[in-house]
């Protein structure tokens, strides 16, 4: 069994690790099925989720749960390969999870969204805490940012759009034998993408690129996820604890 994708937990694994704990906290990889290029693998984005899913649970006692491999990657659906489902379906399929979740004992969840055409997570999280549901959304764009700063990755996050440097590096960490020859030389630029979702990402690339995938390594893989790992502690101190964060100077 692959513990990178699949987590080999029992029931009793999960019982201990969770007995000292205020609340426990599950964390749910979301992927896509999409085309990245001719040199990363369609599974991709759930290979990312699933590094850095797992990647937390080494730095903090929460509950690993099996991806969700297929999401809305509609934009990609030019290139063979690709497979989606509605936004609907995705909302339905995180919120039940959540609930089974919580009738087993496990309150909080933390869904690690791996493709950032699954817009709808961000309204599933919404609604669950306005309910007063513990739930969050990780990482932010202000995570990849100080992560990309930290690991020494050049290209900007409007630039590093799919298939990229921040991509390829991470799979070149975690998942070596998954990058294919040519990576090297398909760097393509596409940065104003004002219609992508009325023309699709086949209205800017040609290979399905959009990024500097040449300046991808596996050092820089290793610490994009090191840096995410630590930035996830904000998260689980907010959804064990019992009050909000402390505001920051400046903010109402």
Not at 121 to 148: C, I
Request: aromatic share 6%.
């Amino acid at each position: 069994m692959d513990a990178s994708l699949v987590p080999a937990d029992t029931s009793e694994d999960v019982r201990v690790r969770g007995a000292g704990l205020a609340r426990q906290v599950a964390v749910l990889p979301v992927g896509s099925f999409e085309q990245h290029g001719p040199y990363l693998p369609l599974a991709t984005d759930t290979l990312v989720a699933c590094a850095v899913a797992r990647e937390i649970a080494a730095a903090y006692p929460v509950h690993l749960l099996p991806p969700v491999t297929i999401g809305c990657s509609h934009e990609h659906a030019d290139w063979p390969g690709t497979v989606s489902i509605s936004s609907v379906t995705l909302h339905a399929v995180v919120g039940d999870i959540a609930s089974s979740l919580r009738r087993s004992g496990v309150e909080a969840l933390v869904v690690v969204n791996g493709h950032g055409g699954n817009y709808v997570l961000g309204n599933v999280v919404q609604e669950s805490s306005a309910r007063g549901e513990r739930m969050a959304l990780f990482p932010a764009a202000e995570d990849w940012e100080a992560a990309r700063q930290r690991s020494g990755v050049a290209t900007s996050l409007l630039s590093d759009m799919h298939a990229g440097e921040i991509e390829t590096s991470i799979l070149l960490h975690a998942h070596p034998e998954s990058v294919r020859p040519g990576y090297e030389t398909a760097d393509f630029v596409a940065d104003d993408r004002r219609h992508l979702l009325s023309l699709g990402m086949s209205a800017y690339t040609d290979s399905g690129v959009i990024g500097r995938p040449s300046l991808g390594s596996a050092e820089k893989g290793k610490e994009l996820l090191a840096s995410l790992a630590e930035s996830f502690g904000a998260y689980f101190s907010l959804l064990t604890g019992d009050r909000a964060p402390e505001k920051r100077p400046g903010r109402p």
